[in-house]
């Protein structure tokens, strides 16, 4: 039976092998071949994994069924071709190797080497990782052993994983670049709005037209700490965010941004306590001690409609414990997890239902940068205990007196705090 009456997807290895005319390759009849191509042939047509046989010094291909698919349409004549005659696109990568073995005796290896096959009629990349091996026999190097496998799909794979890895990255630089920006855009033309309101605050007093101000003030304040918010959010994601570390009296420093909620509490109808030893010293950022700080406090007279609010601060030789407690709406189960989440937003119900999601994900970012921890579980009764730990040992890198430089934040956190106690609370209807 002839080859050319089969297509090549119909003919097997096995069929090749029986159908193909032996006596007018250079290997010559199978029953003069030599004992070591035997045992080699043997073995490749044994195994399940691709293998090709180059024999003699024409490197006559002989291969197993598992190589069949690396050769596509190149089968079935490729069996007893040489390999020069088989892959003359290829050659010039595939031949020194080949015959560096034969002269050698020494085995190569090749690790995702590109190759540029032409198969099924297609030129293409291809990769390859694989061995040449010498096959020796009473006259020295008599052919060569190559097993392979293609590894195109994974170079693929990986060299798209890089790709669109620099994509992210160059994403995430726009994203910051966007960010910076934008806040830098906003924040000029606030700070001017802002000037301008308080000076008419104070021209106007107590006047009819005081109430539409103090309005203005609030909301530009309130817009003021969320441009803030997301400055510090893109710095953080650039990882240009550091803290800088000084000692500070870290009680009285706490209970003096906690004393800037008293009022507020008070017209909330909220009780607002403090508990702290009376001299810690400690080092921190200021600037993002005050924000965890704030961001906690704000946080729990949103979400605590009745009862109190109650505060600690815990330094022991290793460790600042700070913790704050409400009697508020708490927190369900299926949004603890999330609750420290970027944009998320865990609440429909509270003082109000304004919100970006960026408070508590900040304060989480923040406490990292300080070596810490933060977490949230119910309280006892009601409510929730929010509780960061900080190493104490920060310490040891701080300059040695307090930082007084930076600029409170405190009017923004409650200019938005008193909007939400002129609203009616918003309750969730499910």
């Known amino acids: 039976m002839a080859l050319q009456t089969h297509s090549s997807q119909d003919v097997t290895v096995e069929q090749a092998f029986a159908e193909r005319d032996w006596a007018s390759t250079p290997l010559g009849p199978r029953a003069q071949w030599p004992e070591s191509l035997k045992t080699a042939l043997s073995i490749a047509m044994q195994s399940r994994f691709p293998i090709i046989i180059f024999w003699g010094l024409d490197l006559v291909q002989l291969y197993n069924q598992a190589y069949r698919p690396i050769l596509g349409d190149k089968?079935?004549?490729?069996?007893?071709?040489t390999a020069r005659d088989c892959f003359p696109e290829i050659w010039?990568?595939?031949?020194?190797?080949?015959?560096?073995?034969?002269?050698?005796?020494?085995?190569?290896?090749?690790?995702?080497?590109?190759?540029?096959?032409?198969?099924?009629?297609?030129?293409?990349?291809?990769?390859?990782?694989?061995?040449?091996?010498p096959i020796t026999d009473a006259t020295g190097v008599a052919g060569v052993f190559c097993a392979v496998q293609e590894t195109t799909a994974a170079v693929v794979a990986r060299r798209d994983a890089e790709r669109r890895t620099r994509e992210l990255v160059e994403l995430n630089r726009a994203k910051d670049t966007f960010l910076t920006n934008i806040s830098h855009e906003f924040r000029t033309p606030l700070a001017l709005m802002l000037a301008p309101l308080a000076q008419a605050a104070t021209?106007?007093?107590?006047?009819?037209?005081?109430?539409?101000?103090d309005v203005a003030t609030?909301?530009?304040?309130?817009?003021?700490?969320?441009?803030?918010?997301?400055?510090?959010?893109?710095?953080?994601?650039?990882?240009?965010?550091?803290?800088?570390?000084?000692?500070?009296?870290?009680?009285?420093?706490?209970?003096?941004?906690?004393?800037?909620?008293?009022?507020?509490?008070?017209?909330?109808?909220?009780?607002?306590?403090?508990?702290c030893e009376s001299h810690a010293d400690v080092a921190v950022d200021r600037d993002m001690w005050e924000r965890i700080v704030f961001n906690l406090m704000s946080n729990a007279i949103k979400y605590t409609l009745d009862g109190r609010i109650d505060v600690s601060v815990h330094v022991d030789d290793a460790t600042v414990t700070l913790s704050v407690r409400d009697t508020g709406i708490g927190i369900k189960p299926e949004h603890r997890e999330r609750?420290?989440?970027?944009?998320?937003?865990?609440?429909?119900?509270?003082?109000?239902?304004?919100?970006?999601?960026?408070?508590?994900?900040?304060?989480?970012?923040?406490?990292?940068?300080?070596?810490?921890?933060?977490?949230?579980e119910d309280a006892p009764g009601g409510g929730s205990i929010f509780t960061v730990r900080i190493p104490r040992r920060n310490g040891v890198h701080a300059v040695a007196v307090e930082d007084e430089t930076t600029t409170s934040s405190a009017p923004q956190y409650l200019a938005e705090a008193a909007g939400w106690l002129d609203a009616a609370p918003m309750l969730d209807a499910s």
Not at 236 to 249: Q, S, T
């Open 75 to 81: 089968h079935p004549r490729a069996l007893g071709q």
């Open 92 to 133: 010039d990568s595939i031949g020194p190797m080949l015959h560096g073995v034969l002269e050698s005796g020494r085995a190569t290896w090749s690790e995702d080497l590109m190759l540029p096959l032409v198969r099924d009629g297609h030129p293409g990349e291809y990769y390859f990782t694989f061995s040449y091996s």
């Open 203 to 213: 021209a106007i007093g107590d006047g009819p037209a005081r109430s539409d101000i």
């Open 218 to 275: 609030r909301n530009a304040l309130r817009l003021q700490r969320l441009v803030d918010s997301l400055l510090a959010y893109s710095r953080i994601e650039a990882g240009r965010l550091e803290p800088r570390f000084v000692r500070v009296d870290l009680c009285e420093f706490t209970r003096d941004l906690v004393a800037s909620f008293e009022s507020l509490a008070a017209e909330a109808g909220l009780a607002l306590s403090i508990a």
């Open 339 to 376: 609750i420290f989440e970027r944009f998320y937003r865990a609440h429909t119900e509270g003082r109000s239902a304004e919100g970006a999601g960026i408070g508590l994900a900040l304060t989480r970012d923040l406490v990292h940068l300080h070596g810490g921890t933060i977490d949230v």
